[in-house]
């Protein structure tokens, strides 16, 4: 997978692509990582990306062509290479006004070839860049942030952890939060005392079929007492609503 990311802070990037999950990937060749610092394709000598916003009004605003530039070429066929890349990327705004980013768009992104994450600081974007060049914009949360550096982050990684080969235990993405639709189970680990708080008795007694049983019910009750909305979603199975159903009963 290619991941491309527009922004005029390149520094910003060094320790979260460089490290853990994200950087073994990147080592062992699951994912390339290309920064561009769209300054480059100002046009000008002073390197100015933003001008003010037609109209009048505070703020600056993040010209078009800067960024055109910037994203076609990484699109573009390199000298020599005629054909067209197989699969046009997806050109992401960042944004506090995109579609809210949750775990199944993380899904989707994951089986692309191409991203193209644009940054943006300053007041805004030229409307033009959202109309005739990107293919997403996406909000992390309702909140706003200094730029989009931070936000483009947080979906880079949560794509990159989803690729085939990225996480040492290949289970550990199945089981995720979210991913199943409900929060996860409690987990614990040796000792089985500490500070006198026991482990369940059910975990430690070998019988699998339990343990999975009860880790399913576990997983629903913290889902029915912490994200109940998660219990309405389409695709819960009935076995699942059937398990909350009771789990109400008994509240
Ligand atoms: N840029 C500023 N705030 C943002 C947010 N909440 N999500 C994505 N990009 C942003």
Redesign the pocket.
Known sequence: MQIDVLTLFPEMFSGVLGTSIVGKAQQKGLVSFRLVNFREFSGNKHGQVDDMPYGGGGGMVLKAEPIFQAVESLVEPSAGETKEPAKRPRVIL???Q?QR?NQKLAEELAEEEHLIFI??HYEGYDERIREHLVTDE???????????E???MVIIDSVVRLQPGALGNAQSAISDSYSTGLLEHPHYTRPAEFRGWTVPDILLSGHHENIEKWRLEEAVRRTLERRPDLLEADGISEEIKKIAKRLKEQL
């Open positions: 960042m944004c506090p995109g980013y940054c943006g996406i909000s992390i949360g309702d909140y706003v942030l200094t730029g989009g931070l936000a483009s």
